[in-house]
């Protein structure tokens, strides 16, 4: 890992964007990010001592910043993370020193470029537990690779009347594919919802689910409640009615140790960009049997054995379902991502961040007029983010006036779950998500900027 002392790149930023930073006169001094050159960031038992927050802190330049006048309290992670120097550098290096396609030449730069390619692959392989590499499918994203079992695996397999069970809260790119192909195979969509505690349902899933139930697309943590599903508890019941799975594991494969075996999981999607890789680049999981009995998705390069002028036959997947030059440079990437996270130990960042989100619950209902969405921590072992209402103020006043007076960045909006906001009878929320370069002093500086922002509002109600 390469890691850049803060007193290289003090602010890499304040260079290429002058314009953003302010006079520093108004600065808000608290967390001391220059001086964790004094800690190995190397030295990742640390921790404990010095929180993995502090420790990672140097690998990410972009945190080094001041917006708005304040430093950079980045708390938009479930959105997308910040990236570290390594996989900048495996960009860096692929663009400007190997750059070539991948399984088309015999040059050495080629040879280079497909190695790396496959060897990013060989990495999220073991990363989640894969039984081979062949059972991962690059895709530009995870809506891409949903978007990829639906229109494959969907078309071939649902007729009318079989059914695609889903919850109330996914993701808009689990729910819409799905619609389309219910349109054109007359399959039919139910969602189970939430129980009091804001937690999907299971008593429910377990009523619907039938023999007719085809597919269960269901998240394996939720973006906007932040509560966790049992996925192997889940699998077993679909197996047991002959129904596939398909996880959603966009907010759990960067945060938690993910098992594809162990869940049993027939199909798994995640987005590089959200687990320090670059955007522009997902993967989806697919058991081998599953995946060779699936017909492509695109067609062109890539993808087949031999081309004839009215037919062609196809490769074995995963190329199969790569058709054209894949994003080389980002999937390499994604590899040094996976890299970085491997270094650290996604228990140990499972941890940490199940620390920072008790810390965020609570501190967060301690604020009179705020309601947190989603289980507490007693109910669920819920993921570090939280989505958030303050009574009478809407949720884009709250992010605007926060970014605006405190430099800190949270998001605001339906976050994607526009059925699931309507289920809560919002149209709104706020939230802030962490990761685990985050600390409880941003936890501190965001709950004091949150309590600034309140009265400012209050005192125009
Ligand atoms: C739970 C969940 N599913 C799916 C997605 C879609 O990811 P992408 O836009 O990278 O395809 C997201 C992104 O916000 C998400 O949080």
Request: proline share 5%; with cysteine; hydrophobic share 40%.
């Amino acid at each position: 890992m390469i890691l850049l002392p803060n007193s290289l790149c003090p602010n890499p930023c304040r260079a290429f964007f002058p314009k953003l930073f302010h006079s520093s006169s108004s600065v808000r001094h608290r967390v001391s990010f220059s001086t964790t050159s004094v800690i190995d960031a190397s030295d990742r038992t640390n921790v404990g001592v010095v929180s993995l927050g502090e420790l990672t802190r140097p690998d990410f330049p972009i945190l080094h910043q001041e917006v708005n006048g304040f430093p950079l309290v980045y708390l938009d992670n479930a959105a997308t993370s910040q990236k570290p120097v390594s996989v900048v550098n495996a960009l860096r290096d692929y663009y400007s020193c190997y750059n070539s396609n991948v399984h088309r030449g015999i040059h050495n730069l080629s040879s280079k470029a497909t190695d790396a390619y496959e060897l990013a692959r060989k990495k999220i392989a073991g990363f989640i537990n894969a039984s081979e590499p062949q059972e991962i499918v690059f895709t530009r994203n995870a809506t891409e690779a949903i978007n990829l079992v639906a229109y494959s695996w969907g078309i071939a397999n649902l007729k009318a009347g079989d059914e695609i069970l889903l919850t109330v809260a996914e993701h808009h790119s689990a729910i819409v594919p799905w619609q389309i192909i219910a349109q054109k195979t007359g399959a039919i969509l139910k969602y189970v919802g939430l129980t009091k505690e804001e937690i999907p349902d299971l008593v429910q899933f377990k009523n619907v689910l039938s023999k007719k139930t085809k597919l269960v697309v269901v998240h394996h943590v939720s973006n906007t409640l932040g509560s966790v599903l049992p996925i192997q508890e889940i699998a077993g019941w679909c197996h047991n009615v002959g129904a596939k799975i398909l996880v959603d594991a966009c907010q759990s494969v960067p945060h938690m140790v993910v098992d594809v075996q162990n869940l049993d999981a027939d199909f798994l999607v995640a987005s590089s960009h959200k687990m320090c890789g670059p955007t522009g680049v997902g993967f989806l999981y697919g058991k081998a049997d599953i995946l060779n009995a699936m017909p492509p998705f695109l067609g062109g390069g890539e993808m087949i054995a031999d081309v004839y002028e009215n037919y062609s036959t196809y490769a074995e997947p995963p190329s199969r379902f790569e058709a054209g030059t894949p994003a080389i440079g980002e999937v390499i990437g994604m590899g040094a991502a996976i890299d970085y996270l491997s270094g650290i130990g996604m228990q140990k960042i499972h941890d940490y961040e199940e620390e920072l989100s008790v810390y965020l619950y609570q501190s967060l209902s301690d604020i009179s007029n705020v309601r947190i969405y989603g289980p507490s921590p007693e109910h669920n072992n819920r993921a570090a983010l939280c989505s958030f209402n303050v009574k009478n103020i809407h949720a884009t006043d709250v992010a605007t006036f926060l970014d605006d007076q405190h430099g800190v960045a949270i998001r605001s909006g339906h976050h994607c779950t526009q059925p699931l906001h309507r289920y809560l009878g919002v149209n709104s929320t706020a939230r802030a998500s962490l990761y685990f370069y985050n600390t409880k002093d941003e936890i501190d500086v965001f709950i004091t900027a949150l309590k600034d922002t309140i009265k400012f509002f209050s005192s125009y109600l």
